[in-house]
């Protein structure tokens, strides 16, 4: 399950056997969540907080770029 990063607590993630459209997981100690990047859409949220949603929409915004680029990088192998 490979990180690409932790911010406030918000860990982001995707696992090793993803499907397209590229998305991002996210978990907190409240709960979980999911977004599509490009463009970036809540798919799922299973008990995470709407500020802590927005906090790492925000997050996802600021560096849509580098998780599209992890993504390819590693479903490339």
């Known amino acids: 399950m490979p990180e ?9 993630f995707f696992f ?6 590229i ?3 996210i978990e907190n100690a ?3 969540a999911k ?3 490009n463009p ?4 799922s949220n299973n008990g995470m907080k709407n500020k ?3 906090l790492a929409e925000s997050i996802i915004e600021d560096n849509e770029e580098l998780i599209e680029k992890r ?3 590693y479903f490339k192998k």
């Open 4 to 12: 690409l990063f932790r911010f406030f607590g918000i860990r982001f």
């Open 16 to 21: 090793s056997n993803e499907h397209l459209p």
């Open 23 to 25: 998305h991002v997981h």
């Open 30 to 32: 409240d709960g979980d």
């Open 35 to 37: 977004f599509e990047i």
């Open 40 to 43: 970036i859409k809540l798919v």
């Open 52 to 54: 802590d949603l927005k």
């Open 71 to 73: 993504w390819k990088e």
